[in-house]
């Protein structure tokens, strides 16, 4: 994906430019002084194709009709009911431990790799990996600021962005970069080849999201750096599953996701 980003504020919010440098500089996309330009006079004059537009509160969206903002979506009710003691499906299938560290590879929005951050605890790690720099920027942005909802139900989002490192680039790329077992979990959640209905946040990542297809010869680079095991979350009965020769699948009895899973063992 080749989209050139850049980052601005607000028309007419002067007091914002300082912030506003200082967060491109922290996100690694440049910025654009507004000087109450129109975005389009914007683009031209700088070559950028598609502005992270800074607002009065901290907000930061993706110029659109409507703009994209980053929220957490099903990790919210997700983490409810894991602080009530109830279970997660994902962290059912990861078999995942306190102190565990995770590679999510395809970190999106971030809702899969907040979870894991919760179920590893606060001597656990998640790295995460998204090759797209407008949903990385947004991302990062946002699990590190947006805490009203999440402080209302006694959890603390920042404190759970704070176990994971996220990285922009292609998960091929960087699992070939690690060394054999260096995470007990490798997981991928790619986006599906057909959009889930009712699913509007997810769906509005859809343009800007990397479609690449996973293929055999990553599955097993990540069973290499894998310790215990390799998932890959997709459509329940998807066609992926035998696609990539996965072991064995759990869930999509009651759900339209599914889990495959490969064992080291």
């Not at 907000?59 to 409810?80: N, Q, S, T």
């Amino acid at each position: 994906m080749d989209i050139q980003i850049g980052l601005t504020t607000a028309r007419n919010r002067p007091e914002l430019e300082i912030y506003g440098a200082a967060l491109a500089a922290s996100l690694s996309v440049p910025y654009v002084p507004r000087d109450q330009r129109g975005l389009g006079k914007l683009k031209k004059a700088y070559g950028v194709q598609l502005f992270l537009i800074l607002k009065e509160g901290g907000m930061l969206e993706l110029e659109g009709d409507p703009p994209l903002r980053w929220h957490p979506g099903m990790a919210l009710p997700r983490l409810r009911l894991l602080a009530n003691g109830g279970k997660d499906a994902l962290l059912e299938a990861m078999g995942l431990r306190p102190g565990d560290h995770v590679l999510d590879c395809t970190m999106g929005f971030g809702s899969d790799a907040l979870v894991a951050a919760y179920g590893v605890g606060k001597t656990g790690r998640i790295v995460a990996l998204e090759a797209s720099p407008v949903i990385a920027a947004l991302s990062q942005h946002g699990m590190g600021r947006y805490n009203d909802v999440f402080d209302y139900y006694g959890m603390n989002l920042p404190a759970l962005a704070e176990r994971l490192q996220i990285f922009t680039c292609q998960a091929a790329d960087f699992l070939r970069r690690q060394p054999d077992g260096s995470y007990d979990i490798v997981y991928f959640d790619p986006m599906f080849q057909k959009g889930i209905r009712h699913s509007s946040g997810i769906n509005a990542l859809r343009p800007y999201a990397c479609d690449k297809s996973l293929t055999l010869s990553l599955i097993r680079e990540a069973l290499r750096v894998a310790r215990r095991r390799v998932l890959l979350k997709e459509r329940a009965g998807s066609e992926e599953f035998r696609r990539l020769q996965c072991a064995r699948s759990v869930g999509g009895k009651h759900s339209t996701v599914a889990y495959g899973i490969w064992d080291k063992t």
